[in-house]
Every structure is written in C-alpha cells, then in structure tokens.
C-alpha cells in the first residue's frame, strides 16, 4: 500500500512563505513524475507545479518566479517552497505522484489528504 502525506499548510501572511511537503511511503519501487495541484473553494482543482524523475519542472503561469518545485528521490519527497504568497494562492494543496508498487509493472496516481494554505493579513 502506498501513502502520500502532506504537511506545512498554515495561515500566513501575504508576502509571507511557506514549505510544503509529501513524504510518500510503503511499498515503492519508483516514482515517475509528482506534483503540486490546489483547489479553492468553489473552484476546480488545477495543478500549481510538476516534476518528473530527473527533474524536469513546468508550472502554472501565476506562481512562476515564487514557487518552487523540489523532490528527494532518496527520501521519497516532494516539496513546494511558496516566497511572496498572495491571498489568492489560499487553496487545500494536494501532492500526487505516479508510483509503481513493489512487485508491480504499471505506474498508478496516489493523492495526499491535502494540506490547507491560508493567506490572510
């Protein structure tokens, strides 16, 4: 069984940062790409930014030049650093990742919980 879970959401400030994390565990083989998705409410939930394997990154065009997208493959994390956040980046943030189990040949997408932001003076 395979889980991802979230942590660092919080209020803060705008202008303010924050550092989310996804520790992914139980029986991995690998990981191929993982990403950052948030949904407001009343919103559709859309990907805020992704990573592939070898590091490869893309991000949506309201958070490029204030997030940034990391992972520790050998740890089995991702990360997402948020500098200069606004209170329209306060969203439930989702962490997803395409994991391949022990013992399997086929890559599946796993969700976290979530994990809230809150940007609010």
């Known amino acids: 069984q395979v889980q991802l879970v979230e942590s660092g959401g919080g209020l803060v400030q705008p202008g303010g940062s924050l550092r989310l994390s996804c520790a992914a565990s139980?029986?991995?083989?690998?990981?191929?790409?993982m990403g950052w998705h948030r949904q407001a409410p009343g919103k559709q939930r859309e990907l805020v930014a992704g990573i592939t394997s070898v590091g490869n990154t893309r991000y949506v065009d309201s958070v490029k030049g204030r997030f940034t997208i990391s992972r520790d493959n050998a740890k089995n994390t991702l990360y997402l650093q948020m500098n200069s956040l606004k209170p329209e980046d306060t969203a439930v943030y989702y962490c997803?990742?395409?994991?391949?189990?022990?013992?399997?040949?086929?890559?599946?997408?796993?969700w976290g919980q979530g994990t809230q932001v809150t940007v609010s003076s």
């Open positions: 997803n990742a395409a994991v391949r189990p022990s013992g399997g040949s086929s890559f599946y997408s796993y």
């Open positions: 139980g029986s991995i083989l690998s990981i191929q790409s």
